[in-house]
T-cell receptor, first 116, second 114 residues
């Protein structure tokens, strides 16, 4: 069965610091997809990135970057030069290709607080 | 381009009652999934609807049922409400074709059972 673990329940940083959110996953499927979502206080989950299991290239999007390592089953998310607007709960999620419904399995989330 | 919309925003019900939550998918999307998010936890998959049929179901009891209409909108029904059903209920829409395209989430319906 698939599982996603986000060991950091809460992280607090000061603005402009870099911060890395950890994500470790478990799956028996050879084809799978990994996601990161942001959940601001409003509650709506905002899609950030999707990665498939065959693409281990790291990705950078502005201040955001993602490091995917199949060898350690990790898909970590780094925010560079954090800003107060980055304060939110961040979720890592997994979807196995064998699931016809593309069900997302979420981790427990990491609450990030960026202080001015 | 309207995103995923859900109604109502908030709802308070009493134990044993029944509730219906509604979701309209993002324009062009044909699939609707429902998730339950308890306070301080990650969302948990309830079920997904495509072509008006339940396509996949998570580990939820039969008290949770759903429906999809020809216009792709969907309803989530919960019968015999329990205190533990209090949560944020999120609807997500996507395109079923191909792999797991990113699912777009609505703002959620916060259900409180007293």
């Amino acid at each position: 069965a698939q599982k996603v673990t986000q060991a950091q329940t809460e992280i607090s940083v000061v603005e402009k610091e870099d911060v890395t959110l950890d994500c470790v996953y478990e799956t028996r499927d050879t084809t799978y997809y990994l996601f990161w979502y942001k959940q601001p206080p409003s509650g709506e989950l905002v899609f950030l990135i999707r990665r498939n299991s065959f693409d281990e290239q790291n990705e950078i999007s502005g201040r955001y970057s993602w490091n995917f390592q199949k060898s350690t089953s990790s898909f970590n998310f780094t925010i560079t030069a954090s800003q107060v607007v980055d304060s939110a709960v961040y979720f890592c999620a997994l979807s196995e290709a064998q699931n016809a419904g593309n069900m997302l399995t979420f981790g427990g989330g990491t609450r990030l607080m960026v202080k001015p | 381009d309207a995103g995923v919309t859900q109604s109502p925003t908030h709802l308070i019900k009493t134990r044993g009652q029944q509730v219906t939550l509604r979701c309209s998918p993002k324009s062009g999307h044909d699939t609707v999934s429902w998730y339950q998010q308890a306070l301080g936890q990650g969302p948990q998959f309830i079920f997904q609807y495509y072509e008006e049929e339940e396509r996949q179901r998570g580990n939820f009891p039969d008290r949770f049922s759903g429906h999809q209409f020809p216009n792709y909108s969907s309803e989530l029904n919960v019968n015999a409400l329990l205190l533990g059903d209090s949560a944020l209920y999120l609807c997500a829409s996507s395109l079923v074709a191909g792999g797991p395209y990113e699912q777009y989430f609505g703002p959620g319906t916060r259900l409180t059972v007293t």
